[in-house]
């Protein structure tokens, strides 16, 4: 797995990386229209498969369609990968709801059922990077479900350290986001849109798909070490040790 530091510089080490980072940014700030966002996951796809395949470069948007693609399946295979934990959730406050209105431990039942709604979106957050991470590196959907893939990555402690880490990075930006998405922009620039943060809104978008790129990076670093640990066999080198 790649260091900290080299996660961080890896998108720089492209010639066009500026102008990369500012459409994976623009696109991802028009996230709410949702179609923007399939590129953009299409390209988290890419920094995955791209040292997985002994590619030292970050890719860039082109091939359009593809990205599209890619996007796509990786948002099917995340999908269904969290669904559990999304039906579990749903059942368990519905029935602290229930328990609330008829006045039977409405509290200790909301409580309960938060605590093991966040306990699953981990749980199953974790297996879901690894069936993305598993669809990138086989090319097909169905390497995402596949017990014999999964398996060794989940249980090693390379990928647990790989998602812990980019687990920090990806709650780091969203706080830092969160401050830029308040600053405002002069309403004399802007006209009509007086008082909306959309220049935060932006710069927060950039930060916040920066953001995604290192922490696709570190799970591609950590998937690499399992599969090598597990499989005996050499796969690419994709960096060295967390610092």
């Known amino acids: ?16 990386w500026v102008t990369t980072v500012l459409i994976g940014g623009v696109l991802s700030a028009f996230g709410f ?44 295979v995340g999908a269904v990968s969290v669904l559990i934990p999304g039906i579990v959730g749903g059942v368990t406050v519905g029935g602290s ?20 709604t966040v306990v699953l979106s981990l749980v199953f957050g ?41 687990l920090a990075v990806l709650l780091g ?21 007086n008082g909306i943060p959309i220049l935060g809104a932006v710069v927060g978008a950039v930060v916040f798909f920066y953001a995604q790129v290192v922490a696709a990076r570190l799970w591609a670093g950590g998937y690499a070490d399992a599969r090598t640990e597990a499989e005996g066999a050499t796969r690419p080198d994709v960096g060295g040790s967390v610092a």
């Open 1 to 16: 797995m790649p260091q900290i530091s080299d996660a961080i510089a890896y998108q720089t080490e492209h010639d066009d």
């Open 126 to 166: 974790y297996v879901a990077v690894a069936a993305v991470v598993a669809f990138a590196d086989e090319r097909r959907v169905d390497a995402a479900f596949d017990p014999d893939v999964l398996k060794p990555v989940v249980l090693s402690g390379a990928y647990a350290t790989a998602w812990v880490f980019s």
């Open 173 to 193: 930006a969203s706080v830092l986001v969160g401050v830029l998405n308040g600053i405002p922009i002069l309403g004399a620039v802007v006209g009509v849109l």
């Open 97 to 116: 709801i229930v328990a609330i209105a008829t006045g039977t431990r409405g509290g200790a039942a909301t409580g309960i059922a938060g605590l093991l």
């Open 33 to 76: 229209l949702l179609l923007p966002l399939l590129p953009v996951y299409g390209y988290v796809v890419r920094v995955i498969r791209h040292p997985l395949e002994g590619d030292p470069r970050p890719p860039t948007f082109g091939d359009r369609e593809e990205l599209v693609v890619d996007g796509a399946k990786a948002v099917l």
